[in-house]
């Protein structure tokens, strides 16, 4: 497998995909994810960046509620999941269901699953 080809697959990956593979990568090399993240900010030099604008936001369903089967619904409608795929990440709450999305998307992502009865935050 090239770069190519691994870039095309994590393009087309669903987001239950991808956290299997994240997983799987912090297992094999003993690495994670989150301590990466955390370090991103310390490396930007103070709180400059916090005064910007943030265009990219991750949207985190923090907790299916009450209403698990009408969130499974929503989440599968907005991010084009199938049933399972979305079953397993309300089953997972907390969980994140998409990195790197505009505002008015990861709004708009917001609204329909709280509608539902879930709650979401966005980071």
Do not use: C
Request: no cysteine; net charge negative.
């Amino acid at each position: 497998m090239n770069k190519d080809t691994l870039l095309e697959w994590l393009d087309k990956a669903t987001t239950l995909e991808l956290n299997e593979v994240v997983k799987a990568i912090e297992e094999k090399f003993g690495v994670s994810a989150a301590a990466v993240a955390a370090a991103g900010p310390a490396n930007g030099g103070g709180a400059a960046p916090a005064a910007e604008e943030k265009d990219a936001f991750t949207v985190v369903l923090a907790s299916a509620g009450e209403q698990k089967i009408a969130v499974m619904k929503a989440v599968k409608e907005v991010l084009g999941l199938g049933l399972k795929d979305a079953k397993d990440l309300v089953d997972g709450a907390p969980v994140t269901l998409k990195e790197g999305m505009k505002k008015a998307e990861a709004e708009d992502l917001k609204k329909k699953v709280e509608e539902a009865g879930g709650k979401i935050e966005l980071k």
